[in-house]
Protein backbone atom coordinates (compact mmCIF):
# COMPACT_ATOMS: atom_id res chain seq x y z
CA UNK A 1 0.00 0.00 0.00
CA UNK A 2 0.88 3.63 -0.56
CA UNK A 3 3.43 4.90 2.16
CA UNK A 4 4.79 7.94 3.12
CA UNK A 5 7.30 7.90 6.53
CA UNK A 6 8.78 11.00 7.65
CA UNK A 7 11.76 11.52 9.62
CA UNK A 8 11.45 12.42 13.04
CA UNK A 9 10.51 15.50 15.07
CA UNK A 10 13.36 18.71 15.22
CA UNK A 11 14.11 21.21 17.94
CA UNK A 12 15.89 24.02 16.30
CA UNK A 13 17.15 27.60 17.13
CA UNK A 14 16.06 30.90 15.61
CA UNK A 15 18.22 31.26 12.38
CA UNK A 16 18.91 27.60 12.01
CA UNK A 17 17.71 25.05 9.05
CA UNK A 18 15.71 21.92 9.06
CA UNK A 19 15.89 18.97 6.61
CA UNK A 20 12.99 17.06 6.68
CA UNK A 21 13.19 13.71 4.55
CA UNK A 22 9.81 11.63 3.33
CA UNK A 23 10.64 8.01 2.25
CA UNK A 24 8.13 6.66 -0.30
CA UNK A 25 6.91 2.85 -0.60
CA UNK A 26 4.61 0.73 -2.26
CA UNK A 27 4.11 2.66 -6.04
CA UNK A 28 6.48 3.98 -8.33
CA UNK A 29 8.18 7.73 -6.51
CA UNK A 30 8.67 9.38 -10.05
CA UNK A 31 5.11 8.80 -11.44
CA UNK A 32 3.44 11.27 -8.52
CA UNK A 33 4.22 14.84 -7.56
CA UNK A 34 5.55 15.47 -4.21
CA UNK A 35 4.19 18.22 -2.48
CA UNK A 36 5.13 20.17 1.30
CA UNK A 37 2.03 21.43 3.43
CA UNK A 38 2.61 22.61 6.93
CA UNK A 39 0.23 23.25 9.64
CA UNK A 40 0.90 25.77 12.82
CA UNK A 41 -0.77 25.08 16.01
CA UNK A 42 -4.24 25.89 15.02
CA UNK A 43 -3.99 26.93 11.83
CA UNK A 44 -4.64 26.06 8.26
CA UNK A 45 -3.05 23.98 6.35
CA UNK A 46 -0.48 26.50 4.41
CA UNK A 47 1.31 24.82 1.03
CA UNK A 48 4.69 25.18 0.27
CA UNK A 49 5.81 24.00 -2.44
CA UNK A 50 6.15 20.97 -5.01
CA UNK A 51 8.92 18.78 -6.35
CA UNK A 52 8.01 16.77 -9.98
CA UNK A 53 10.09 13.10 -9.20
CA UNK A 54 10.73 12.51 -12.33
CA UNK A 55 12.54 15.83 -13.79
CA UNK A 56 13.14 17.36 -10.36
CA UNK A 57 11.50 20.67 -11.66
CA UNK A 58 10.20 22.19 -8.25
CA UNK A 59 7.54 25.09 -7.57
CA UNK A 60 7.34 26.94 -4.32
CA UNK A 61 5.26 29.14 -2.38
CA UNK A 62 6.14 33.14 -2.54
CA UNK A 63 5.59 33.20 0.76
CA UNK A 64 8.79 30.47 1.22
CA UNK A 65 10.51 31.30 -1.98
CA UNK A 66 14.38 31.87 -0.80
CA UNK A 67 13.87 29.71 2.54
CA UNK A 68 12.59 26.63 1.03
CA UNK A 69 14.68 23.98 -1.32
CA UNK A 70 12.77 20.85 -1.59
CA UNK A 71 15.15 18.02 -3.34
CA UNK A 72 14.19 14.21 -4.16
CA UNK A 73 17.02 11.01 -4.25
CA UNK A 74 15.13 8.96 -6.62
CA UNK A 75 17.39 6.08 -5.86
CA UNK A 76 16.08 6.07 -2.53
CA UNK A 77 12.38 6.97 -3.65
CA UNK A 78 12.96 9.95 -0.89
CA UNK A 79 12.11 13.65 -0.98
CA UNK A 80 13.36 16.45 1.07
CA UNK A 81 12.43 19.61 2.30
CA UNK A 82 14.75 22.41 3.69
CA UNK A 83 13.53 25.28 5.28
CA UNK A 84 16.05 28.10 6.60
CA UNK A 85 16.50 30.91 8.38
CA UNK A 86 14.14 29.54 10.80
CA UNK A 87 11.58 31.82 13.27
CA UNK A 88 9.44 31.09 16.08
CA UNK A 89 7.09 31.10 13.14
CA UNK A 90 7.88 28.42 11.76
CA UNK A 91 6.71 26.21 14.48
CA UNK A 92 4.43 23.60 12.73
CA UNK A 93 3.90 19.95 11.41
CA UNK A 94 5.43 19.61 8.33
CA UNK A 95 3.91 17.22 5.89
CA UNK A 96 4.76 15.35 2.77
CA UNK A 97 1.79 14.71 0.17
CA UNK A 98 1.58 12.67 -3.12
CA UNK A 99 -0.60 13.71 -5.84
CA UNK A 100 -1.83 12.39 -8.96
CA UNK A 101 0.41 11.94 -12.31
CA UNK A 102 -2.60 13.70 -14.04
CA UNK A 103 -2.66 16.70 -15.40
CA UNK A 104 -4.37 19.55 -12.73
CA UNK A 105 -5.24 16.94 -10.66
CA UNK A 106 -3.08 18.68 -7.71
CA UNK A 107 -5.17 17.64 -4.68
CA UNK A 108 -3.69 14.76 -2.25
CA UNK A 109 -4.36 11.01 -2.27
CA UNK A 110 -1.59 10.25 0.54
CA UNK A 111 0.00 12.43 3.04
CA UNK A 112 3.16 11.08 5.76
CA UNK A 113 2.56 11.22 9.15
CA UNK A 114 4.02 14.06 9.98
CA UNK A 115 7.29 16.10 11.01
CA UNK A 116 6.83 18.51 14.05
CA UNK A 117 9.36 21.20 13.97
CA UNK A 118 9.76 23.46 16.86
CA UNK A 119 11.85 26.76 16.96
CA UNK A 120 13.07 28.37 20.13
CA UNK A 121 14.69 31.67 20.62
CA UNK B 1 -3.91 34.20 -3.67
CA UNK B 2 -7.07 32.58 -3.68
CA UNK B 3 -9.01 33.00 -0.39
CA UNK B 4 -10.67 29.82 0.74
CA UNK B 5 -13.38 30.59 3.46
CA UNK B 6 -15.17 27.75 4.99
CA UNK B 7 -18.14 28.04 7.44
CA UNK B 8 -19.16 27.30 9.69
CA UNK B 9 -15.80 26.72 11.64
CA UNK B 10 -17.25 24.78 14.15
CA UNK B 11 -20.64 22.66 14.27
CA UNK B 12 -22.11 20.96 16.76
CA UNK B 13 -24.63 17.77 15.90
CA UNK B 14 -25.65 14.48 17.06
CA UNK B 15 -25.22 11.00 15.24
CA UNK B 16 -27.44 10.32 12.50
CA UNK B 17 -27.62 13.83 11.88
CA UNK B 18 -27.14 15.17 8.28
CA UNK B 19 -24.72 18.06 8.52
CA UNK B 20 -23.52 20.32 5.61
CA UNK B 21 -20.26 22.43 5.40
CA UNK B 22 -19.72 25.30 3.08
CA UNK B 23 -16.37 26.62 1.50
CA UNK B 24 -16.21 30.14 -0.61
CA UNK B 25 -13.57 30.68 -2.79
CA UNK B 26 -12.45 34.53 -3.27
CA UNK B 27 -12.65 33.56 -7.36
CA UNK B 28 -13.85 30.85 -9.56
CA UNK B 29 -11.76 27.90 -9.19
CA UNK B 30 -13.81 26.26 -11.54
CA UNK B 31 -14.46 22.50 -10.01
CA UNK B 32 -10.89 22.58 -9.01
CA UNK B 33 -11.60 21.68 -5.24
CA UNK B 34 -10.73 19.04 -2.88
CA UNK B 35 -12.29 18.00 0.65
CA UNK B 36 -10.23 16.30 3.16
CA UNK B 37 -11.01 15.25 6.54
CA UNK B 38 -8.68 15.52 9.49
CA UNK B 39 -8.61 14.00 13.36
CA UNK B 40 -6.28 15.15 16.03
CA UNK B 41 -2.96 14.47 15.91
CA UNK B 42 -3.21 13.32 12.00
CA UNK B 43 -2.95 13.95 8.70
CA UNK B 44 -5.58 15.04 6.40
CA UNK B 45 -7.54 11.66 4.29
CA UNK B 46 -8.31 13.11 0.91
CA UNK B 47 -12.71 12.38 1.15
CA UNK B 48 -13.51 14.45 -2.84
CA UNK B 49 -11.77 15.32 -5.69
CA UNK B 50 -13.18 17.76 -8.64
CA UNK B 51 -15.86 18.98 -6.39
CA UNK B 52 -18.07 15.92 -6.12
CA UNK B 53 -15.87 12.92 -6.59
CA UNK B 54 -15.25 10.25 -4.15
CA UNK B 55 -12.11 9.06 -3.29
CA UNK B 56 -11.32 5.77 -3.37
CA UNK B 57 -12.60 4.31 0.00
CA UNK B 58 -14.42 6.87 1.41
CA UNK B 59 -18.36 6.04 2.41
CA UNK B 60 -21.10 7.36 0.32
CA UNK B 61 -22.71 9.01 3.19
CA UNK B 62 -20.42 12.07 2.02
CA UNK B 63 -21.06 13.89 -0.85
CA UNK B 64 -19.53 16.95 -2.42
CA UNK B 65 -21.19 19.58 -4.73
CA UNK B 66 -21.00 22.93 -6.38
CA UNK B 67 -18.96 25.14 -8.87
CA UNK B 68 -17.21 28.49 -9.41
CA UNK B 69 -17.43 30.06 -6.32
CA UNK B 70 -19.05 28.33 -3.90
CA UNK B 71 -18.82 25.15 -2.81
CA UNK B 72 -20.42 22.22 -0.03
CA UNK B 73 -19.62 18.77 1.83
CA UNK B 74 -22.72 17.01 2.97
CA UNK B 75 -22.48 14.20 5.78
CA UNK B 76 -25.93 12.40 5.28
CA UNK B 77 -26.20 10.25 8.56
CA UNK B 78 -23.32 10.85 10.94
CA UNK B 79 -21.19 8.43 12.24
CA UNK B 80 -19.31 8.34 15.63
CA UNK B 81 -16.04 8.22 12.70
CA UNK B 82 -17.27 11.44 11.55
CA UNK B 83 -16.05 13.86 14.28
CA UNK B 84 -13.41 15.44 13.53
CA UNK B 85 -11.87 18.71 10.99
CA UNK B 86 -12.52 19.33 7.26
CA UNK B 87 -10.87 21.45 5.32
CA UNK B 88 -11.53 22.42 1.74
CA UNK B 89 -8.73 22.58 -0.82
CA UNK B 90 -8.33 24.50 -4.37
CA UNK B 91 -6.55 23.45 -7.31
CA UNK B 92 -7.32 25.85 -9.71
CA UNK B 93 -4.10 28.37 -9.35
CA UNK B 94 -1.02 28.02 -7.69
CA UNK B 95 -0.41 29.31 -4.42
CA UNK B 96 -2.99 25.81 -3.47
CA UNK B 97 -4.61 27.30 -0.56
CA UNK B 98 -7.01 25.27 2.21
CA UNK B 99 -9.65 26.77 3.89
CA UNK B 100 -10.03 27.71 7.66
CA UNK B 101 -11.19 24.56 8.54
CA UNK B 102 -14.40 23.57 10.12
CA UNK B 103 -14.95 21.08 13.76
CA UNK B 104 -17.86 19.05 13.58
CA UNK B 105 -18.12 18.38 17.32
CA UNK B 106 -20.57 15.94 19.55
CA UNK B 107 -23.71 17.95 20.37
Known amino acids: QVQLVQSGAEVKKSGASVKVSCKAS????????IHWVRQAPGQRLEWMGWINTDSGNTRYSEKFQGRVTITRDTSASTAYMELSSLRSEDTAVYYCARTQPVAGSIYFDGWGQGTLVTVSS | DIQMTQSPSTLSASVGDRVTITCRAS??????LAWYQQKPGKAPNLLLSKASTLASGVPSRFSGSGSGTEFTLTISGLQPDDFASYYCQQYNTYPLTFGGGTKVEIK
Open chain 1, 26 to 33: GYSFTNYG
Open chain 2, 27 to 32: QSISRW
